[in-house]
């Protein structure tokens, strides 16, 4: 597994399609936390929702990155389509992470801010929530369930719509709203935590669908 996301991770660097999900993340953050003094919870959230655009965009980018001959000699080699798939959600994952510390940082240094533990906690939580929602997007929308680039993109825009304004939706939109109306971060560790849990989950059950929707088209 570790040499799959080596691999993954080098050939995406080289690839340099990190690019624009990076630099439209850094951009997002900076603009909607610039001269921002109120609450870091808020704050944290604009972090949030400029992640879940990222790592959707990273994990498309990243499942997309061969073409169907080097792909078959990756699947060959790692002996078991599943461990290709774990290796490129865990090479998403591992990309957002470097996005979260930049995402905790970037408000501090554009606003004023005197954070707390459990606001950079919360920042944490409510960014790898993001992270692990958008990645699960990302493998939906990614070239192992559509074949034309088009469709995968409205469906992409289309769940990310979704996921974000459908009032009372785990786990963005309730996310979202908790952080735009407590201000304390210690109130919402708890519940941002079991929305975490729940990303995950929804994660792992778009990988097994990913897997059975490649599985067919094999």
């Not at 990076?22 to 944290?44: I, R």
């Not at 929530?129 to 939906?140: M, Y």
């Amino acid at each position: 597994m570790t040499a799959i996301v080596r691999y993954l991770s080098t050939t995406l660097l080289l690839s340099q399609r990190y690019l624009a999900p990076v630099l439209v993340f850094t951009g997002l953050v900076t603009v909607l936390t610039s001269s921002d003094g109120g609450p870091l919870t808020a704050t944290y959230g604009a972090s949030a929702g400029a992640m879940l655009l990222a790592a959707t965009w990273l994990t498309i980018a990243l499942v997309g990155l061969e073409d169907r001959a080097h792909r078959a000699v990756l699947l060959v080699n790692a002996g078991d389509p599943r461990r290709v798939l774990l290796g490129s959600v865990c090479t998403a994952v591992l990309w957002c992470l470097p996005l979260t510390a930049a995402g905790l940082v970037l408000p501090l240094l554009v606003g004023t801010h005197t954070p707390t533990g459990a606001d950079l906690l919360l920042g944490t939580e409510a960014q790898l929530t993001c992270a692990l929602t958008g990645t699960a997007v990302g493998l939906l929308c990614s070239r192992l369930v559509f074949r034309r680039q088009g469709h995968a993109l409205l469906t992409a825009l289309g769940l990310l719509l979704g996921l974000t304004v459908a009032k009372g939706l785990p786990p963005v939109n309730v996310l979202l709203s908790h952080l735009a109306t407590t201000p304390r971060s210690a109130d919402l560790l708890a519940s941002t935590g079991g929305l975490l849990a729940l990303a995950a989950g929804l994660l792992a059950g778009a990988a097994a669908l990913t897997h059975a929707v490649h599985g067919r088209r094999s």
